[in-house]
């Protein structure tokens, strides 16, 4: 008896490993879910994109027109933007699975939960961190900014929000289903966010003021990497933990 | 090995231990800390440049040193915690934060202060250690917000052990993206590290303070994570006992 | 022999309150358990015990003999769960909800629509599932189980919501799940009449 057991826990292991989606799938679905979400409702997506525009007129009417000034405080001001219209795009994240319910299927699901939680990471920054970078050369124009400085701008925008949208999802996995959770995920995630602002706006700063910036975009591709292969797994981990 | 690891995991064990334990902390450190801080202040020779204001570092530099070590402390027992699943070592956790995060105000504020005669500011912003420490500052911050957020203590634990551990990693990068921010803007600070070397009059004081500040936190600590467990397991039989026999109420 | 699925010395804190102690259960195909109690009970609790989403004081649940801790992939694989809440999108159609779900999934068993066809919602594929009513909306969660095509089932409440028609879908889907082999964890608060080898769990 102990061994037809056995064969039939095999057997259905068997079956497992050979019909199992592979991650790559679970990924790709978890990815498209998310931006078929998005695009039904565009105003989540258009939302963050409005107040990062809106940040970026609020300084040249602040403090003045001068050109000089505005292109010396161009390259912060646009990364600050990102980070803060980032941080507000990060609330919606896991709420509304959270609340529907669709993140206990997720909890249960065959799929590895970092790989789908990965997916989403994928699926936000596609839909809140890539409008921001490709939005942004055309802000930075308009604050006087020379073509170089802006490709610089654009590599580390687009390194910063990839870091951005896997640091959130901790903080945003970590605080569902809080009541007090939109200033607790800034405070969450604005510390771990320093360090991306640093390397990205410094290093513009630098192609700017015509000096090696390599290092920080470096630094930056480095900690990308490192986000993309651990931050899922903390995501996931939050995520179990929040559910209970 | 293992039972005595269990022994030691064991609340009420360890409510005991600490107890037995805590002094033996606190009076050496006390003692410690009052030879450091007279010879420090009244024997040690003054600075041939910064004069008297560098005793600061008599309290600066061992807040500096325990805001980091109780970081340390709160992140490897969060992971003791989640990965072994103890829950003594989430208390510690929960019991080292608030140290951690005041030892790291001190350091700030006593860095700020010795900045004003240093720098002629109260606040540099090119300093990569008070960028870091600063940091620091938010990150015990956070935790302790996500803390108090959460009402089951179970999933509290959980979740900042998490935050913890990612923390760790984040102020790695800090660390070093800090330095490489500041070597931009100013190539020089005043203490740079392996910088002047310190008279040994002036270091004998320094290190009796760092000790005596470890020991005292030590004890703090102790004392800090008796209340937690006691809170935490007031509902228990044991901690019902203690406080109901006639000699317990200690 | 070992069970299927079984439970052994299961003991469950939320906050202060003990749900269950030392509570044993084991489950063979065809069979059903039946978690019985009044609301509060713990009755989910149970059922997310079983999942693996509930972290138990002590004890541990098998599948096929082994901890399902160190093989939850697998044991996911096996089953699926039918919640309180559906989990289903509001935003998405019925269709593309269920397209998600069966692409984290082995591609095996019946397709869609035909599913949705015994179930009777099949006209309502293109909706999206924010127009669906509550018992619709239900009837989709059955579709999701049986588009899965695990041997087993976790249902918590599955009545609720449902008018008689709907009930005795419920139960026949049951009755048929159970005579090919399958099993069921349900938590009801109402009896089920179903011709099966019941176990039942009182909670209170």
């Not at chain 1, 050109?67 to 609330?91: D, F, H, T």
């Not at chain 1, 809140?128 to 802000?139: A, F, I, K």
């Not at chain 2, 803390?147 to 935050?163: E, G, H, N, Q």
């Amino acid at each position: 008896m102990k061994d037809a057991d056995a064969d039939l826990g095999e057997d259905e292991d068997r079956i497992f490993l050979s019909n199992m989606p592979g991650l790559m799938a679970g990924l790709a679905a978890s990815t498209r879910r998310d931006l078929v979400l998005a695009w039904k409702r565009p105003g989540d997506v258009l939302n963050p994109l409005f107040f990062f525009v809106m940040v970026l007129i609020l300084f040249p009417l602040a403090l003045g027109p001068s050109a000089e000034q505005l292109q010396a405080i161009g390259p912060g001001v646009v990364w600050v933007a990102a980070l803060l219209a980032m941080l507000i795009s990060l609330n919606s994240l896991f709420s509304a699975d959270y609340e529907d319910g669709s993140l206990e299927q997720w909890l249960v699901s065959p799929q590895p939960l970092p790989v789908l939680a990965l997916g989403k990471s994928v699926a936000h920054w596609m839909t809140s961190g890539l409008p921001l970078v490709l939005l942004s050369p055309l802000l930075a124009a308009t604050y006087g900014l020379p073509a170089k400085v802006i490709v610089v701008l654009l590599v580390t925008l687009s390194l910063g929000t990839i870091i951005l949208s896997l640091l959130g999802s901790i903080g945003a996995a970590l605080t569902v289903g809080l009541h007090r959770g939109t200033a607790l995920l800034s405070l969450l995630v604005l510390p771990l966010a320093m360090p991306v602002l640093l390397l990205g706006s410094n290093s513009v700063s630098l192609a700017a003021g015509n000096e090696t910036h390599t290092a920080g975009v470096w630094a930056l591709a480095a900690y990308a990497t490192a986000a993309i292969s651990l931050a899922p797994y903390a995501t996931a981990a939050a995520l179990r933990i929040s559910n209970e | 090995m293992w039972t005595w690891f269990h022994k030691l995991a064991s609340p009420p064990h360890f409510y005991r231990l600490a107890k037995a334990l805590s002094p033996w902390f606190l009076v050496p450190g006390l003692a410690l800390i009052a030879y450091g801080t007279f010879t420090g202040l009244f024997i040690a020779p003054p600075d041939y440049q910064q004069g008297d204001a560098y005793r600061i570092i008599y309290v600066h530099v061992p807040s500096a040193y325990l805001s980091q070590m109780a970081y340390t402390v709160m992140a490897i027992a969060g992971g003791i915690g989640l990965i072994w699943r103890m829950k003594l070592s989430h208390a510690v956790a929960a019991a080292v934060a608030p140290l951690g995060a005041w030892f790291t105000f001190l350091s700030l504020a006593t860095g700020s202060i010795w900045g004003r005669p240093m720098w002629g500011t109260w606040w540099e912003w090119g300093d990569p250690r008070m960028m870091s420490q600063l940091i620091l500052l938010f990150l015990y911050l956070g935790y302790m917000a996500l803390r108090a957020s959460i009402d089951d203590t179970a999933k509290a634990d959980k979740a900042s052990a998490v935050l913890a551990l990612v923390g760790v990693i984040n102020l790695v990068i800090v660390r070093y993206s800090v330095e490489w921010w500041s070597s931009l803007h100013q190539g020089q600070t005043i203490l740079a590290e392996g910088g002047p070397a310190i008279d040994a009059e002036m270091l004998y004081p320094l290190l009796a303070n760092i000790l005596g500040f470890a020991l005292v936190f030590g004890s703090l600590l102790l004392r800090r994570v008796r209340t937690e467990v006691l809170y935490r397991e007031r509902r228990t039989r044991w901690v019902r006992e203690m406080i109901l026999s006639p000699q317990g109420q200690t | 022999m070992t069970a299927k699925l079984s439970g052994r010395d299961l003991t469950l804190f939320r906050g202060e309150r003990c749900l269950f102690k030392r509570l044993n259960f084991a489950l063979n195909p065809g069979e059903m358990l039946l978690l019985e109690g009044a609301n509060g009970s713990g009755k989910t609790s149970l059922l997310k015990a079983i999942l693996g989403m509930l972290e138990l004081e002590t004890g541990e649940v098998s599948w096929n003999g082994e901890p399902v801790r160190n093989r939850r992939q697998r044991f996911h694989a096996a089953l699926a769960w039918m919640a309180h809440r559906v989990g289903f999108k509001a935003d998405l159609t019925l269709l593309e909800n269920l397209e998600f779900e069966r692409a984290l999934r082995p591609q095996r068993g019946d397709d869609i629509v035909s599913v949705l066809e015994r179930l009777g919602i099949e006209r309502l594929r293109q909706l999206p599932m924010r127009s669906l009513s509550a018992g619709q909306q239900r009837r989709a969660a059955l579709a999701r189980m049986l588009i899965a095509d695990v041997p087993l089932w976790l249902m918590d409440e599955p009545f609720t919501n449902l008018d008689r028609a709907g009930r005795a879908l419920v139960f026949k889907l049951v009755r048929e799940h159970l005579g090919r082999g399958g099993m069921c964890v349900v938590a009801a608060h109402q009896d089920v009449d179903i011709d099966a080898t019941i176990h039942r769990i009182e909670l209170r």
